[in-house]
Nanobody, 116 residues
Framework: QMRLVESGGGLVQAGGSLRLSCAAS????????MAWYRQTPGKQRELVAT???????TYLDSVKGRFTASRDNAKNTVYLQMNSLKPEDTAVYYC??????????WGQGTQVTVSS
């Protein structure tokens, strides 16, 4: 069963940048959608960005212009470049493959903390 492993989280000051990576143990090309979600305690998981096999990318309104999602099918890795980070971006970030379909895969999450 394919596993997803996120990395790149950490503590950063407001205005800083982080790049999250999500490495898959198998081919991500078989998945139509790769997505990034985030969650803070007491809140529902929030969809941050999606990238499709066909190259379409969508973003949560609050991160548009600051975050960039990409996928490298050859390396079986997806990325989330996060710039101009704000304290409200603090959350655990999760990578997911076909999150709305049976057989969805989820990573274990990586903590992002943005200090003011």
């Amino acid at each position: 069963q394919m596993r997803l492993v996120e990395s790149g989280g950490g503590l950063v000051q407001a205005g800083g940048s982080l790049r999250l990576s999500c490495a898959a143990s198998g081919s991500i090309f078989s998945f139509a959608v790769m997505a990034w979600y985030r969650q803070t305690p007491g809140k529902q998981r929030e969809l941050v960005a999606t990238s499709t096999r066909g190259g379409s990318i969508t973003y949560l309104d609050s991160v548009k212009g600051r975050f960039t999602a990409s996928r490298d099918n050859a390396k079986n890795t997806v990325y989330l470049q996060m710039n101009s980070l704000k304290p409200e971006d603090t959350a655990v970030y999760y990578c997911a493959a076909d999150p709305l379909r049976p057989g969805a895969r989820w990573g274990q999450g990586t903590q992002v903390t943005v200090s003011s």
